[in-house]
């Protein structure tokens, strides 16, 4: 069956990096694009980043566009999200999501990102 | 970008009785490609989010044929025909007709009454 397992959450200060990763399994994974949604504490969902199948061309949402990089290990069912510069808005549930067209149709488990002083 | 708006956003409910969620998009949701990308996401206390429907009415494996989707254009709806208690949670609208963003709706709080 499809498993999402994300990892790399943390407590990070503001100006502060941190890398997630997203293991995945259970379906051909170079085949597939994915996504990265956040989800603050106790408010909705908010997508933040997309990367095709072949992991060339990617997306983000304008609020962490120039500081987050979505990308890709094919060898490795492995995807990926760098975030640099952040901020106490970045404080979330990261969830690795896959498909597209219509997709969202498997959800990880979810990390957690604190960024706070 | 799209703006999806769902009402109501509280929604209290009797075992048994129907629920129904409404969701509008700030433009068409209809895609080039003959499809309409409207999917609806329920999210249990403390779970990840689950797809039930995905392009407006098709109904996710596993899904419990009590849920259905219905709309076009920009009007979009949400039906639980008898609610039961493990439906308790937030239901989320999401467009991916025309991207980027994805976008949204606020949620909707579904709880037993």
């Known amino acids: 069956q499809v498993q999402l397992v994300e990892s790399g959450g943390g407590v990070v200060q503001p100006g502060g990096s941190l890398r997630l990763s997203c293991v995945a399994s259970g379906f051909t994974f170079s085949t597939y694009g994915m996504h990265w949604v956040r989800q603050a504490p106790g408010k909705g969902l908010e997508w933040v980043a997309f990367?095709?199948?072949?992991?060339?061309?990617?997306w983000y949402a304008d609020s962490v566009n120039g500081r987050f990089a979505i990308s890709r290990d094919n060898s490795k069912n492995t995807l990926f999200l760098q975030m640099i510069s952040l901020r106490d808005e970045d404080t979330a549930m990261y969830y690795c999501?896959?498909?597209?067209?219509?997709?969202?149709?498997?959800w990880g488990q979810g990390t957690l990102v604190t960024v706070s002083s | 970008d799209v703006v999806m708006t769902q009402s109501p956003l509280s929604l209290p409910v009797p075992l048994g009785q129907p629920a129904s969620i409404s969701c509008k998009s700030s433009?068409?949701?209809?895609?080039?490609?003959?499809?309409?990308?409207l999917n609806w996401f329920q999210q249990r206390p403390g779970q990840s989010p689950r797809r039930l429907i995905y392009k407006v009415s098709n109904r996710d494996s596993g899904v419990p044929d009590r849920f259905s989707g219905s709309g076009s254009g920009t009007d979009f709806t949400l039906k639980i025909s008898r609610v039961e208690a493990e439906d308790v949670g937030v239901y989320y609208c999401m467009q991916g007709s025309h991207w980027p963003p994805y976008t949204f709706g606020q949620g909707t709080k579904l709880e037993i009454k």
């Open positions: 999501v896959k498909g597209h067209y219509p997709g969202f149709d498997y």
């Open positions: 990367t095709r199948n072949d992991g060339i061309n990617n």
């Open positions: 433009q068409s949701l209809a895609h080039s490609d003959g499809n309409t990308y």
